[in-house]
């Protein structure tokens, strides 16, 4: 296994924050070197090319919304608090994303949109299918739930969130899609039980 640098892994994050602000494909390799405030020479010992920095971020993304939420999941007294703390994270990113950034991603950076793609279709579905077999067993989401259907629904969804032509971006924003569609997604599985504990937890908040 490839032992972690972590001056690269700081120079990735830091270029992640640069791409969620601005987008992927507006900004350069000049422009990463002069908003991490390091010269290109140095940026380029640790990528080959802006696909190859892109790729990197992506795989940063991914890993560190694995462990996020793996952490979240060790220590949430149940289901929905695990999906409200997992939601919550999710929130704080949607907040600085920028518009472009999904639509660069698929159009432009085929090998880091589908590593994307496959952590939502891995990862992320499995997280939502344990997470609502979780809730079953709690009592907090009802019985007849289909939890690999409802998981898959769920991912999908997310899709359409990035989606321009469904939600124009000047019209809306992607953390009031994302809030609306948690809520009808927990609306639509949970039990009795569930609903009066979330009411609870809301007045909490």
Not at 39 to 68: E, F, G, H, I, P
Not at 148 to 163: L, T
Request: with cysteine; glycine share 4%.
């Amino acid at each position: 296994m490839k032992k972690t640098d972590p001056k690269e892994t700081e120079l990735l994050i830091r270029a992640l924050q640069v791409f969620l602000r601005c987008g992927i494909r507006s900004v350069t390799m000049d422009d990463i070197a002069s908003e991490l405030k390091i010269s290109k020479k140095t940026l380029y010992r640790y990528v080959s090319d802006k696909n190859d920095l892109v790729q990197k971020v992506m795989n940063l993304n991914c890993a560190d919304d694995t462990l996020v939420c793996e952490n979240i999941k060790k220590n949430s007294e149940n289901a929905i608090d695990e999906l409200l703390s997992i939601s919550k994270h999710v929130s704080l990113k949607l907040q600085s994303i920028h518009p472009s950034l999904h639509f660069d991603l698929e159009k432009y950076y085929h090998e880091a949109w589908k590593k994307m793609q496959q952590h939502h279709a891995g990862y992320v579905l499995k997280s939502i299918e344990t997470n609502i077999n979780r809730g079953k067993k709690e009592g907090l989401y009802r019985k007849e739930v289909h939890a690999g259907i409802i998981a898959r629904i769920y991912i999908s969804k997310i899709d359409i969130i990035f989606n321009s032509e469904i939600f124009p971006p000047g019209e809306y924003n992607f953390l009031d899609v994302y809030k609306e569609m948690l809520h009808y997604h927990l609306q639509g599985i949970l039990s009795e039980k569930g609903k009066k504990y979330l009411q609870q937890k809301m007045k909490k908040l």
